[in-house]
Nanobody
Framework: QVRLVESGGGLVQAGGSLRLSCAAS????????MGWYRQGPGKEREVVAC???????YYVDSVKGRFTISRDNAKNTVYLQMNSLKPEDTAIYYC???????????WGQGTQVTVSS
């Protein structure tokens, strides 16, 4: 059974940093695209960043230059380093794994990030 477990969320002051981790189990994910999404209060879920199975990355404009996504295939883990955090980054952050050659799609349970002003 596939399971994704996020960690690293919390409360931080504006300008601070957090590192989110999402560890997967149940199979290997080297051929999966991995991403982070977030859903803020009263907002729809949006993609924050993703890293394709071959390493190409994408960031939403609002986090470019502040967030960095990375993956460790040996550990089945994707990370999101978040620097220079802003109150508008406050949201529940979810990791997502999508099979590059299949329709398999897995979500984590979410981790709360709160940035105080």
């Amino acid at each position: 059974q596939v399971r994704l477990v996020e960690s690293g969320g919390g409360l931080v002051q504006a300008g601070g940093s957090l590192r989110l981790s999402c560890a997967a189990s149940g199979r290997t994910f080297s051929d999966y695209d991995m991403g982070w999404y977030r859903q803020g209060p009263g907002k729809e879920r949006e993609v924050v960043a993703c890293v394709r199975w071959w390493g190409s990355t994408y960031y939403v404009d609002s986090v470019k230059g502040r967030f960095t996504i990375s993956r460790d295939n040996a550990k089945n883990t994707v990370y999101l380093q978040m620097n220079s955090l802003k109150p508008e980054d406050t949201a529940i952050y979810y990791c997502n794994f999508v099979g590059a050659r299949s329709s398999e799609n897995y979500w984590g349970q979410g981790t709360q990030v709160t940035v105080s002003s």
